[in-house]
């Protein structure tokens, strides 16, 4: 078997590359070498002759991981990050922090053993079909707890590749999600582990919210990592017949809802078990085969849906309260409603036609059980705060206890305090011998009170009570224990009791260290019973609108109860980031009631708790606005977060030799319009798109191909191409230069840059060539002038047959010099073109290439300015087109070619 060096430890692997076994080592060694039975290791050690120290580790002691002790949840702090109910009647509840599955009898609706983890598991499943639960660590390994076994034990099952990002049960096979493939990964496994299918360029929930339909045979979940966010679905062959093109639980096919990045894809994700329709956490409803959105919708948000007797239930929060949904397809209105303490956690699916809703009070789960009424089944009998133990014997050693009953619990939903014991004993207790009863806090074993009553063997038999001046007990799980101690017996030598090892709750039996040797029996018949009072208090609640963000502290959301006259503080942060990629809440303030303040904007808040209050933190939700202008600039707005629904417009601004072309938003094409309004209502990327300025001149030049040669090995031929500007070319060129070339099915560009606008095909951009160039060619500048030319090489085409391409059609573009700058004061105004020219030299204005648009400029002021040359043209041409200007300055070869573009209503 595989066994691997991971830093300082030891893994054992199984012959299918599952982690069975652990070795933690003092220190990180160098290399391994496995020898039969053993595993030796090998380090680095100056002190030994040869600089290498060997150490023996036998195989046998890569042992499998253990879990920690078992945590009592009862009264503990903490949110479920996952619940299911099994076949069984038994609910499960992952505490990721606490390495813990607690676990909650419908029957008896209270907690029972928990079960201890290796870990913390980043998602748990459950499969009714193998009773099996299976749960995904951040190192990829997934293990499986056997419900079927007499003891059931997490083992390993599979590996990913990497950490998972979403599991689920596909009846009796098991999906998951990574992201090692491109874009993310899917996947599916056998109920033993093997692995059946993987599909790449998938999408993943970063809510791992992922919904299984056993009616459609799909998995639905969200794509909510990048835009357009959607619903999604993936056909699974779970059952074999289904999709009869693939194999028993392979991945098939996978659709996405027609509305990318329509608002409204919030998880939860949840499927009607009749395949119908998909509710999501926003309210709107979707119709399961098509994904298509449904017109009608549920009138609030929801934090969870089920569906019980083919009919909808959802609970939200409102007012840090739970209210519970009957909704009535097909318009799906709202029936009735029904309030529940705490805030909204889950709402499952109970069989036959029940319902278990999970909220959060005090920050501890509260479990209610409902019937397709949706009236809450009231849990057994409870427990009577009285003990009594019935007439009989128990066997007394040396310096003991015997506790006479095990611990029992009570629960105290609202605060209360302790007014009184009271203890009856029907036999008279031996000298010295000390009955007590003690109140314990049930989850920290502190005793709350003790009361010790007949402690001398000459007080009559019968009731006896304490009084105690209110002690406060907030809401929680208590014990009762009552137990004798007897001091007044003599002692046997070698006898007395006996503590099990790690046997400390209270409540416990101790046991005889000889129960063979000879006893003294001690007959006793014991009763004792607390009272309690309900306790006048003043509530304070804590909540947030839109919803909770964040948690306060030192109190979270929810109800919490004090003394009146106690000082109170709640703080929150100014900002909270999500996980969600680009949304964060803001802080705008707080509003309180009774004894909070009416209104502040700061992060904290003090105040006297005399009476019921209420403190609302206000947030405001914030999309982060991230914008790009390559070969440009955006005015109106800067990259950071914006408050949701904010309003803003953006204008592009072109860099030199670019114009603006579109916008993208989140990736996708969104106008032409210069001036760009836009809403945020989820994070968007926006990208002005600009693009180069230039002019087909193809008639102004030649070309010519030189130099072909073949690469056997890919069929390409690399041409070297002759560009040369014709001698009597009225244009001069400056950059960039594109070669365009129409492809044929036998001939194709085999790299190219891009596909140019205005023709369609694609181009090759060769601007750094040239410009290599001309510091060379002619008089050196930067310019491509009538009949000098350049050396284009290694132009790379496929071919098709492998033949040097013929008959080829190309064209050659580039800019003309830049547009000149005009300013108007008012319409029908003289523009004004400024230009850096010598006002010495003798300049010639004169018109070119004029468009087919009647009217002429010309030349109507001209005025000299620091170097400076203020030309005013007078725009005698209503039809729109574009006009260039040859400007030539005397004793000099240098022109100056200027572009005017008049378009309707504009200059």
Not at 74 to 84: M, N, R, S, W
Not at 484 to 500: D, H, I, N, Q, R
Not at 835 to 853: G, I, K, M
Not at 861 to 884: H, I, M, Q
Request: hydrophobic share 40%; net charge negative; aromatic share 10%.
């Amino acid at each position: 078997m595989p066994v691997i060096l991971r830093g300082n430890q030891l893994e054992l692997h199984s012959p299918d590359l599952l982690p069975i076994g652990y070795h933690a080592l003092p220190d990180s060694p160098t290399s391994l070498y496995v020898q039969a039975s053993n595993i030796w290791i090998f380090s680095e050690d100056t002190d030994l002759a040869r600089g290498i120290r060997a150490d023996r580790v036998p195989i046998a002691s890569l042992t499998p991981p253990t879990p920690n002790p078992p945590i009592h949840p009862e009264g503990l702090t903490y949110t479920p990050h996952d619940a299911f109910v099994t076949k069984d009647g038994v609910l499960y509840l992952l505490s990721r922090s606490d390495q813990s599955l607690f676990r909650w009898d419908l029957q008896t609706q209270a907690y029972v053993s928990t079960m201890p983890l290796l870990g913390e598991p980043t998602d748990v499943t459950y499969s009714p079909v193998n009773h099996t639960i299976y749960l995904a660590y951040p190192n990829g390994l997934i293990r499986q707890i056997n419900l079927h076994q007499e003891e059931p034990e997490e083992v390993p099952f599979a590996t990913l590749a990497l950490a998972p990002q979403g599991l689920a049960a596909a009846d009796a096979y098991v999906f998951a999600v990574d992201m090692s493939g491109a874009w993310d990964t899917h996947y599916t496994f056998s109920p033993t582990g093997e692995r059946i299918s993987m599909v790449d360029w998938a999408r993943r929930s970063i809510h791992r919210s992922y919904a299984w339909s056993s009616t459609r045979q799909r998995m639905y979940h969200l794509r909510d990592t990048t835009s357009p966010r959607d619903l999604m679905w993936r056909e699974i062959n779970a059952d074999g017949q289904t999709y009869s093109h693939l194999a028993p639980g392979a991945l098939g096919a996978s659709q996405d809802s027609p509305l990318h990045s329509t608002p409204g894809f919030v998880p939860p994700v949840r499927v009607a078990p009749d395949g119908s329709v998909v509710v999501l956490g926003s309210g709107v409803i979707h119709d399961a085969e098509t994904l298509s959105r449904l017109s009608v919708a549920l009138t609030d948000p929801i934090t969870d849906a089920a569906w019980v007797n083919d009919q909808l239930r959802t609970i939200r929060t409102v007012n840090g309260q739970t209210v519970l949904q009957h909704w009535v397809e097909p318009d799906f209105t709202l029936e009735n409603t029904l309030q529940l303490p705490g805030t909204a956690n889950r709402l499952l699916s109970v069989e036959p036609d029940q319902l278990l809703a999970i909220t959060i009070v005090a920050g501890q789960p509260t479990f209610y059980l409902l019937n397709a009424d949706s009236d809450v089944i009231k849990p057994p009998e409870p427990f009577v705060i009285e003990n009594r133990r019935g007439g009989g014997t128990a066997a007394l050693g040396w310096n003991g206890t015997f506790w006479v009953t095990q611990g029992q619990t009570f629960t105290l939903d609202e605060p209360h305090t302790l007014q009184r014991a009271s203890f009856n004993i029907q036999e008279n207790m031996v000298a010295r011998d000390r009955f007590r009863a003690t109140l314990w806090d049930w989850h920290s074993t502190n005793a709350i009170v003790e009361v010790a009553s007949m402690t001398d063997a000459t007080e009559i038999p019968g009731w006896k009570q304490f009084d105690f001046p209110n002690i406060f007990l907030p809401p929680g799980e208590y014990a009762i224990t009552v137990s004798v101690e007897p001091t007044g017996l003599k002692a046997w030598a070698g006898y007395g009791f006996a503590v099990p090892p790690g046997d400390v709750l209270p409540g416990k039996r101790i046991t005889f260290a000889d129960p063979s040797a000879g006893w003294a029996k001690h007959p006793f018949d014991s009763q004792c019973r607390f009272e309690f009072m309900p306790l006048e208090t003043a509530s304070l609640t804590i909540d947030a609108t839109p919803q909770n963000v964040g948690t306060p502290s030192p109190l979270p959301y929810g109800n919490h109860t004090f003394h009146p006259g106690t000082a109170v503080t709640s703080c929150v942060p100014d900002v909270v980031t999500t996980d969600d990629p680009g949304v964060r809440y803001a802080l705008s303030g707080w509003t309180g009631t009774g004894s909070v303040p009416a209104a502040g904007t700061n992060t904290c808040v003090s105040f006297t708790l005399e009476v019921d209050s209420g403190l609302i933190w206000h947030w405001q939700r914030q999309y982060e606005l991230h914008l790009i202008a390559e070969q440009g600039a955006l005015h109106g707005a800067t990259d950071g977060f914006y408050n949701e629904s904010a309003q803003i417009q953006l204008i592009p601004e072109a860099s030199f030799g670019h114009a603006f072309s579109h916008w993208l938003v989140n990736g996708n094409y969104a106008g032409t319009n210069e001036t760009f309004e836009i809403v945020l209502d989820e994070p968007k990327t926006i990208e002005a798109v600009f693009v180069r300025i230039f002019l087909d001149v193809t008639e102004e030049v030649t070309l010519s191909f030189h130099d072909w040669y073949l690469n056997p090995q890919s069929g390409t031929f690399f041409a070297t191409i002759e560009m040369q500007l014709l001698p009597n070319a009225e244009k001069i060129l400056i950059e960039p230069f594109w070669l365009v070339f129409k492809e044929t099915p036998e001939w194709q560009l085999m790299h190219p840059d891009g596909v140019e606008t205005n023709s369609g095909h694609p181009y090759v951009d060769v601007t750094d060539a040239v410009l290599a160039q001309l510091p060379f060619v002619g008089n050196g500048d930067l310019v491509l002038d009538p009949g000098e030319s350049v050396r284009i090489e290694n132009i790379e085409f496929y071919s098709m047959y492998r033949r040097v391409p013929t008959g080829m059609v190309y064209a050659v573009w580039a800019d003309p010099p830049p547009d000149g700058v005009f300013e108007q004061e008012t319409a029908k105004r003289p523009y004004i073109l400024n230009l850096q020219a010598d006002p010495h030299e003798r300049t010639v204005l004169s018109l070119e290439w004029e468009s087919e648009a009647a009217g002429t400029y010309h030349l109507e002021t001209f005025n000299a300015s620091e170097g400076t040359w203020e030309l005013r043209l007078k725009d005698t041409v209503e039809e729109p087109g574009t006009y260039y200007f040859l400007v030539e300055h005397d004793d000099s070869p240098e022109m100056k070619l200027f572009r005017i573009r008049k378009q309707k209503g504009r200059p």
